[in-house]
Structures are given as structure tokens and as C-alpha cells.
């Protein structure tokens, strides 16, 4: 199988010793691997060696990229390699945590979710209900993330693992369709989850949070200590 949007860069390996500790980053919807290079460029700085995966939301399903990324990261992370923690955007936690539920490696880390949508997206459905288009435009992957995904996801990622949201702090956000505070794209509500270890909201937009020097530096201490910067 593919991995559409994969390249060597997408894999930078400290040659740390054997024992070095691996990030692997996963994008979201309708992106690519290029929307986590700042934050794979602080994390090699930090001395960790980095798999950015990449998949096609639009032509695979959920299931389907979770299955490419355990090949993936068989394929690239030795196995003298130290903990392997995770940093993903919006549907790449999914991807993540569908990847956990049948891959659970003996040496994972910590885990990171910027904006994921842990209980489905209420903008994605209503976008799809009112613009049929968006049926098209979203793909296979964007069209099963509108929804709950607890019917197959049964347990949290089993790590330490803590959620970066964004919004205006506030109770409406910053889309008036999404009920509650919201980046544009995920509620607030949407990306909490049972068992996680730390929570923190950072004022942004969905997409631009992968940019934002708070996020990144919370990142950077949550997978050091396992709590961000409040």
C-alpha cells in the first residue's frame, strides 16, 4: 500500500544512540506532512529523532492510514529505539488512537492531541447536511470523523497523554455555527477526553495552532514532564 505524501524528509533521525527517544507526527484532514514541520524542526532541535507520516484523508479510511502508520513506523523506527511518544492534529489523534487500539508498542510514550476531535465534529456534520458538495470535498476520512468514533474506539491511548484546544476562551468561539468556544473547525467540548493527563486552551485557529510558539513550547514540556504550561 501507499503512503500518499510520503518522503524521506518526513523522517529526520538524530543517529542518537541506540536508545534515542522517536516523535512520530501525524497531520490532519486535507493536509499534508508539511503542516508539522515547525514543530518537527523544535523537536529535532530537542535532539529527538522524528517521523512525520503522511497519509491521504480524502482516499483512505481512518482504519485504513491507522494500518499505514503501524507499517510505517515498523518499517522506520528501529527497534533499539527508546519511547516513542506521539504528536498529532485534529484527525491524526484519531488515526492515532485507532493505530493503539491494535498496536500498543511495549516502549510508547507520551502523547500529545492539538485539537482533536474526540467526539466527532458538529461542523463537519452540518457542512455535509446543508453543502452536499462537502461530501466530495472532505473524503472518506472526513466524512467518518463527523461523527462519535466511541463505538470503536473503547479506551483512551494508553499513555500519559494531554490535549491542546483552541479557542477564544470564551463561550461562543470563533465560529457562531459551533455551539460553545471553538477553534473554527472543533468544539472545545469535542476534544476533551476521559484519562487524560493535562488539558490546556490556547487562543487560535485550528490550523494556525500548529504554528503558534505556546503550542509548540507546551508540546516540548508536556513530552519531558507530562503537564503543559498553564
Given at each position: 500500500?501507499?503512503?500518499?505524501?510520503?518522503?524521506?524528509d518526513?523522517?529526520?533521525?538524530?543517529?542518537?544512540?541506540?536508545?534515542?527517544?522517536?516523535?512520530?507526527?501525524?497531520?490532519?484532514?486535507?493536509?499534508?506532512?508539511?503542516?508539522?514541520?515547525k514543530?518537527?524542526?523544535?523537536?529535532?532541535?530537542?535532539?529527538?529523532?522524528?517521523?512525520?507520516?503522511?497519509?491521504?484523508?480524502?482516499q483512505?479510511?481512518?482504519?485504513?492510514?491507522?494500518?499505514?502508520?503501524?507499517?510505517?513506523?515498523?518499517?522506520?523506527?528501529?527497534?533499539?529505539?527508546?519511547?516513542?511518544?506521539?504528536?498529532?492534529?485534529s484527525?491524526?489523534?484519531?488515526?492515532?488512537?485507532?493505530?493503539?487500539?491494535?498496536?500498543?508498542?511495549?516502549?510508547?510514550?507520551?502523547?500529545?492531541?492539538?485539537?482533536?476531535?474526540?467526539?466527532?465534529?458538529?461542523?463537519?456534520?452540518?457542512?455535509?447536511?446543508?453543502?452536499?458538495?462537502?461530501?466530495?470535498?472532505?473524503?472518506?476520512?472526513?466524512?467518518?470523523?463527523?461523527?462519535?468514533?466511541?463505538?470503536?474506539?473503547?479506551?483512551?491511548?494508553?499513555?500519559?497523554?494531554?490535549?491542546?484546544?483552541?479557542?477564544?476562551?470564551?463561550?461562543?468561539?470563533?465560529?457562531?455555527?459551533?455551539?460553545?468556544?471553538?477553534?473554527?473547525?472543533?468544539?472545545v467540548?469535542?476534544?476533551?477526553?476521559?484519562?487524560?493527563?493535562?488539558?490546556v486552551?490556547?487562543?487560535?485557529?485550528?490550523?494556525?495552532?500548529?504554528?503558534?510558539?505556546?503550542?509548540?513550547?507546551?508540546?516540548?514540556?508536556?513530552?519531558?514532564?507530562?503537564?503543559?504550561?498553564?
Amino acid at each position: 500500500m501507499h503512503i500518499t505524501g510520503y518522503t524521506r524528509d518526513n523522517v529526520h533521525s538524530a543517529d542518537a544512540a541506540a536508545g534515542g527517544e522517536w516523535i512520530v507526527l501525524i497531520h490532519g484532514l486535507l493536509s499534508s506532512p508539511r503542516a508539522m514541520r515547525k514543530i518537527k524542526s523544535a523537536l529535532v532541535a530537542r535532539g529527538y529523532s522524528v517521523l512525520n507520516f503522511g497519509y491521504d484523508s480524502r482516499q483512505q479510511s481512518i482504519r485504513t492510514s491507522a494500518v499505514l502508520l503501524d507499517t510505517e513506523i515498523k518499517r522506520v523506527i528501529p527497534n533499539t529505539a527508546g519511547k516513542i511518544h506521539f504528536v498529532t492534529h485534529s484527525l491524526g489523534s484519531i488515526i492515532a488512537r485507532y493505530y493503539f487500539e491494535k498496536s500498543n508498542p511495549g516502549n510508547l510514550g507520551r502523547c500529545v492531541m492539538i485539537a482533536p476531535p474526540n467526539h466527532g465534529s458538529i461542523w463537519g456534520r452540518r457542512l455535509i447536511k446543508n453543502i452536499p458538495f462537502f461530501n466530495f470535498v472532505l473524503g472518506i476520512a472526513g466524512q467518518e470523523v463527523r461523527y462519535p468514533p466511541e463505538k470503536s474506539l473503547h479506551n483512551p491511548p494508553p499513555c500519559e497523554f494531554g490535549i491542546i484546544a483552541g479557542g477564544m476562551g470564551n463561550s461562543f468561539g470563533i465560529n457562531p455555527l459551533i455551539p460553545g468556544d471553538n477553534d473554527g473547525t472543533i468544539a472545545v467540548s469535542e476534544t476533551r477526553l476521559d484519562g487524560m493527563n493535562d488539558f490546556v486552551l490556547v487562543r487560535g485557529q485550528h490550523t494556525m495552532l500548529l504554528f503558534q510558539k505556546k503550542v509548540i513550547d507546551n508540546i516540548l514540556l508536556f513530552l519531558e514532564t507530562g503537564n503543559f504550561d498553564h
